[in-house]
């Protein structure tokens, strides 16, 4: 969700930034970075590490949670490409589901702005395990009675595209100017400016006019 299909990277940063900053906790631009993808469990304990001893397992990963969820309640923009993405495959019938390490909470305060394209929403709180594991797109699958094997999953986070290659599926990789990790069923492109469904189905060497019943 965040980076791939929405424009949220920048609201986490700042606020991690403003959080930290009133909690006097110290951070800067490179721990932001080095946390995207999540889980926010990692975020949690590297600021509790700066903290002094001061919260508890899991209460500034709460606090950050519910800063963002009243931030995307307000709305927030798509990334580049994603909508126009998301229509055409929604015009060509495509199943379509969300995966992400955000918690459930965040998710349902992001369906302002994507509610209507997904069949199956898996957050961090429906599995046991969250990315790299590929459990959550696993469940997705399920969820919309698809192959996995023959899925296609986008990703733009080395979390994210170790679940993605794990579960077995196709993935397209959003490579945002970073290295991701590769195999024989990932094909890349440096962002979703542009991108069309009938590119996708051409980087797969698939034929669009075949994939609108999968």
């Known amino acids: 969700m965040d980076g791939t299909l929405l424009d949220s990277e920048p609201i986490w940063h700042e606020e991690e930034s403003a959080m930290t900053r009133e909690l006097q906790i110290p951070w800067g631009d490179e721990d ?12 949690d304990s590297l600021m509790r590490s700066r903290a002094d001893g001061r919260f508890q ?44 390490a955000s918690a459930r909470q965040i998710v349902d305060s992001a ?11 898996i957050s961090a709180d429906d599995i046991l395990i969250t990315k790299p594991d590929p459990s959550g797109y696993k469940k997705a699958a399920e969820e919309l009675g698809s192959d996995i094997r023959e899925s ?36 890349f492109v440096d962002n979703l400016q542009g991108v069309t469904f009938s590119d996708v189905c051409r980087l797969f060497d698939g034929d669009p006019r075949r994939l609108g019943d999968r």
């Open 111 to 121: 369906l302002r702005t994507i509610d209507g394209y997904f069949s199956s929403i």
């Open 152 to 187: 296609l999953i986008l990703e733009d986070s080395p979390n994210g595209m170790k679940a993605a290659i794990a579960s077995g599926a196709f993935v397209l990789g959003l490579r945002h100017g970073k290295e991701l990790p590769s195999g024989e069923k990932v094909r």
């Open 32 to 43: 932001s970075h080095s946390c995207l993808g999540g889980p926010i469990s990692k975020v």
């Open 57 to 100: 397992e899991g209460e500034l990963a709460e606090i950050l949670i519910s800063r963002m969820a009243a931030r995307l309640q307000e709305g927030v923009d798509f990334a580049k490409g994603a909508e126009s993405l998301l229509n055409e495959m929604k015009d060509e019938s495509i199943k379509l589901g969300l995966v992400t």
